[in-house]
C-alpha cells in the first residue's frame, strides 16, 4: 500500500521542475506600492501625485516587460531581476537593466570589442540618431562659415 502511494507521489511531482522552470522564465510579480509609498517622502507639495505617478510608471513598465520578456536574453533577464528586486523592487529597473543590455549586446562582441557594424534595427534599436557636428562657432555664437570676414586693416 505505501509503495502504490509513494509511486502516485512520484506521479504527481515529475511534473514540478518544468512548473518551476516556466515560473523562472516568466515576468516576476512584485509588489511595487511599498518603494512608491516610499517616493512620495522624497516630493514636494503633492504626495499623492507623486505616488499614482510612480504606481503608473510600474505598472507601464510591467506592461511592456510581458510584451518583450521573450526577447531579452535569458542571462540577461536572471541578472536584470536580481538587480530590480532588492533592495526596493521595480519593474522600470528591471526594463532599463534589460534595454541596456540588449543595446550593450547589439554595439559589443561577447569579448568586449566594438562591432564593426552594428544593426541596431534588427534588435528593435532605431532610437535617434546622433546629428551631425556642428560647425565651430566664432564670435557671438554664429558658426565661423557664416561669419562675416574681418575688414582688411589700412596700413598708414
Known amino acids: 500500500m505505501h509503495r502504490l502511494i509513494a509511486g502516485f507521489v512520484w506521479i504527481a511531482l515529475l511534473p514540478l521542475p518544468v512548473l518551476v522552470a516556466a515560473k523562472l522564465d516568466a515576468v516576476p510579480v512584485f509588489d511595487v506600492a511599498p518603494s512608491c509609498l516610499q517616493a512620495r517622502e522624497y516630493a514636494g507639495v503633492n504626495r499623492n501625485l507623486t505616488y499614482q505617478g510612480c504606481m503608473k510608471d510600474e505598472n507601464d513598465a ?5 510584451r518583450k520578456w521573450t526577447h531579452f536574453n535569458a542571462g540577461d533577464r536572471k541578472d ?3 538587480q530590480g528586486a532588492s533592495p526596493m ?3 522600470v529597473e528591471i526594463l532599463t537593466c534589460l534595454e541596456m543590455s540588449d543595446e550593450a549586446n547589439a554595439l559589443y562582441n561577447p ?4 562591432r564593426a557594424n552594428p544593426d541596431r534595427s534588427i534588435r528593435g534599436l532605431t532610437g535617434p540618431t546622433l546629428p ?6 566664432g564670435s557671438e555664437g554664429v558658426p565661423k562659415s557664416e561669419e562675416t570676414p574681418p575688414a582688411p586693416k589700412s596700413v598708414e
Open 111 to 114: 569579448d568586449g570589442t566594438a
Open 80 to 82: 536584470c531581476v536580481a
Open 132 to 137: 551631425a557636428p556642428a560647425a565651430p562657432l
Open 62 to 66: 510591467r506592461a511592456e516587460l510581458v
Open 89 to 91: 523592487p521595480s519593474y
